[in-house]
């Protein structure tokens, strides 16, 4: 049995243990004294303390993975179809070679390889296994790169939308037809540009002991998954794409609660129209879960159902749910996640910023892409506004 398995048993069984002596001391108003109350604080600290350890785990667990994997993987392909095309270039050792040489000599060793791979501001492409490995750490830190929908684009990308649907109507036999007039509407994805900097000692830079691919990579992995689910779940659209949470551009907002209360949230389930229901789960700030997890349906039964599963989200109401730190704390999302668009253009590139921090010893650079994030059916998400 996995350590994580072990801990995910351990912390169902303190929950169980919880909502059991709630249950065991509860009066006949429902509530708890003064006394059994801070009782039940510390049950419910422990499961959040499990809760931060299998999180802590899984990191550590993913960090293994992505220290244990090769810097470069052997090229199958002729030498003569190599150069067909820019990513094959790319993924040659050589390149590869090449771009760790120029970072541990802060670009002062430039193989003639590299111009194969300059971008339109100056930069260096990334090489190809590099950029693929920065793809998916975003997509193990961005939970919306995991539930929305990813376009690569060359260019703006306008994505059209049905706005209105014809309709069948009765006619007596012979009867003259009525033609419905179908109208349409587009939504552009743009490509905002989204910057990370490091910096990095002399001295690391020259130990080839240290793993500097890996320790870069997974630097601007996180800090652009960061930046970018931020801006997916709260974006105004300037600079930046534009969030589910927008008031105007992003999901249905339906009207504002003062408590959570368990009929709130079946409204809120049943306020998005079947369809999306089908694919539909939760995204919430943290914060919210303590007090959704008292609360109980018309049966006494616990709505919050914890996962027994590892990797398995949690439940609401039998429909997933999805925490971020960036999401509002007081709102709560829920629809079919798969209608946010996000649109990726061109390929990520490196850069070195010169001389910048040459006085104290560091190195910088800099990582580059253009991204863009749309909700393109507002009634695809509901929004629940929580007023305190």
């Known amino acids: 049995m996995s350590k994580i398995l072990e801990m995910i048993q351990k912390r169902n069984a303190a929950w169980n243990a919880a909502k059991a002596y709630v249950e065991s001391k509860q009066d006949k108003d429902g509530l708890l004294s003064e006394e059994d109350a801070k009782v039940y604080d510390e049950l419910e600290q422990k499961v959040k303390d499990f809760s931060v350890q299998i ?169 652009l998954a960061n930046a970018e689910e931020d801006a997916f779940l709260n974006g105004d659209g300037v600079s930046k794409p534009t969030g589910i949470f927008h008031a105007t551009e992003g999901g249905t907002f339906m009207p504002e609660i003062t408590t959570i209360k368990s009929d709130d949230i079946i409204n809120l389930v049943h306020a998005l129209k079947r369809p999306y229901r089908k694919n539909a789960s939760f995204i919430l700030n943290d914060k919210i879960i303590a007090s959704i997890r008292k609360l109980k349906d018309s049966n006494g039964a616990y709505i919050w159902q914890p996962s027994y599963q590892e990797g398995e989200p949690d439940r609401l109401l039998g429909y997933k749910v999805y925490t971020s730190a960036f999401a509002p704390e007081k709102a709560i999302a829920f629809g079919d996640f798969s209608y946010y668009n996000i649109g990726d253009r061109g390929t990520r590139s490196f850069q070195e910023l010169k001389e910048l921090f040459a006085g104290n010893g560091m190195i910088g650079y800099v990582a580059k892409e253009r991204v863009d994030g749309k909700l393109i059916l507002k009634e695809a998400v509901q929004i629940l506004p929580i007023k305190a």
Not at 116 to 129: N, R, T
Not at 186 to 195: C, E, F, M, R
């Open 55 to 223: 999180d802590r785990l899984k990191e550590m667990e993913m960090m293994d993975k992505e220290l244990s994997k090769p810097v470069a993987s052997p090229i199958k392909e002729k030498p003569m179809n190599v150069d067909n095309n820019e990513k094959a270039r790319r993924a040659r050792d050589e390149y590869k070679d090449a771009m760790l040489e120029a970072l541990r000599s802060n670009f002062r060793r430039v193989s003639n390889v590299l111009s194969e791979g300059i971008d339109s501001d100056g930069g260096y492409l990334v090489p190809e296994e590099y950029d693929k490995r920065l793809i998916e750490t975003l997509e193990e830190e961005n939970i919306m790169r995991t539930l929305g929908h990813i376009i690569k684009t060359e260019g703006n990308h306008k994505i059209n939308i049905a706005a209105t649907n014809p309709a069948a109507a009765w006619i007596e036999e012979g009867g003259a037809l009525s033609f419905g007039e179908s109208k349409f509407k587009q939504i552009l994805l743009d490509a905002h540009k989204l910057h990370v900097a490091i910096k990095v000692t002399e001295e690391l830079l020259y130990d080839n002991a240290f793993s500097l691919d890996t320790y870069i990579i997974r630097q601007f992995g996180k800090a």
